[in-house]
């Protein structure tokens, strides 16, 4: 699953609505969410890299708009942002054609079903990678000018996830796709990369962020007892407190025909009734108390309200939509891990760094496999943004063997131009 919201600073939805942002303001919306998570976790947080990512996030959005991509609206989250930036994808599998253009433009192979084992270094220099195709079948691939790695996070990892988490959380369901399982976290450190915030593997609830602004929560009682699209922790801790540490969502068919593909992704099967006393008793709760639930928040949206009497929340169904089309259906919240923040701590033009504090001569970092700005993921729209923004500033970098600070690059404002060097890509993806 790809994140449906991307946080951008500076960008025309923005100034659509006559909003003023700055890199000041996103860094310092991220210094409060870095210091709020110093509580839960030791981190290792990079001021400038998360600068660098404000600075650019706006061509890394027109980038997207350029090739096809839409974004439905902005997304109301004050307890984190305190400008709304984060925008909502129209559709998130519109990411995969808008990229092939791109790669197509751009002349760059890309092998599927192909897994990245070992780099190879010569002289102290990262030259290339061993890799390991569908069938087995081993292949070597060298680098002319450098390897970067994206492969994503280590939530699928769970020999990994052993080595930072306590065994009963490290058994937890995840967020994302199987091939998160840390090869890349792997191939860095065997040559030397410095690791950093691996500890950090935040909680959440699954799917939720996905889906919730369609649905409302209730515990066993049929009440609601938390702002459902409030942080991600704090829906954690609110699920923890109920009786059984059960809960569910609610929500109707238009929703569920809407959004089918994430329901499908919860990991309990969903739980589905003509009516909503029939839900309830589907769910063991009052049913006068699930439908007196359903009731207030239709009414609530209904008004001009900006905030949710009950428990302050503030992101809303598109069009305010209530929930009132049966069949209804319901879900149980569950307790997975989110995207982990651990990664390699990097220059700022993304070639990463050695336990001495010296770049890897030949290798670059970007997306997951970098830890310098996921301690701030808890702002929301972090995770993808953040990789496709750094990613254009790792490639640049890798085709003109930067290692150091970025200089023009950094305040250009675009993306680079198609260019006719040769690129290769390896994609952890099924064939279609």
Partial sequence: MVDRYLAFCRFDMQDARGLEDS????????????ERQRELYGIVWDEALTRLYAARSGAAYRFLRQYGVSFERLIERPLQHTVHR???????????????KAFDERGVTVHLQTRGRQLVTEGGRVTGINAEDAAGGQRHYVARRGVVLTTGGYQAGAKLRRRYQPEHLAL??????????????????????????????????????????????VNLAGERFHDEAGPYDQRVHALL?????????????????KSR????????????????AELARGLGCPAANL????????????TAGGKDPGFG?????????????????????VVGVNFPAGGFRTTQSMAVIDVFGQPIPGLYAAGDTVGGVNPCLGLGGIHISSAMTLGFV????????????????AESGEMPAPRATQKMAIVHLPKE
């Avoid at 109707?252 to 025909?257: E, K, P, V």
């Avoid at 439908?291 to 209904?302: Q, R």
């Fill in 23 to 34: 890199e000041e303001r996103f860094l310092a919306d991220a210094r409060d969410e870095v």
């Fill in 86 to 100: 984060m925008a909502k994808l129209d559709d998130t599998f519109a990411l995969r054609p808008a990229f092939r």
């Fill in 172 to 217: 937890t369901p995840y967020l994302g796709v199987s091939t998160c399982r840390g090869d890349g976290h792997l191939m860095g450190q065997s040559v030397g990369g410095d690791l950093i915030n691996m500890t950090m593997v935040p909680p959440l609830v699954m799917v939720a962020s996905a889906f919730v602004e369609d649905a409302i929560a």
């Fill in 241 to 257: 407190r109920q009786d059984k540490r059960e809960a569910y969502y609610i929500f109707d068919d238009a929703t569920m025909q």
């Fill in 261 to 276: 593909h994430l329901v499908e992704q919860m990991p309990a099967e969903a739980i589905s009734a003509t009516s909503l």
């Fill in 291 to 302: 439908e007196k639930s359903v009731a207030d928040w239709n009414a609530f949206l209904a």
């Fill in 313 to 333: 929340r503030v992101v809303m169904p598109a069009g305010r939509r209530g929930i009132t089309a049966g069949p209804f259906h319901a879900t149980r919240m």
């Fill in 394 to 409: 790792a490639g640049e970098a890798a085709a003109r063997r930067e290692t150091g600070a970025v200089h023009a690059l």
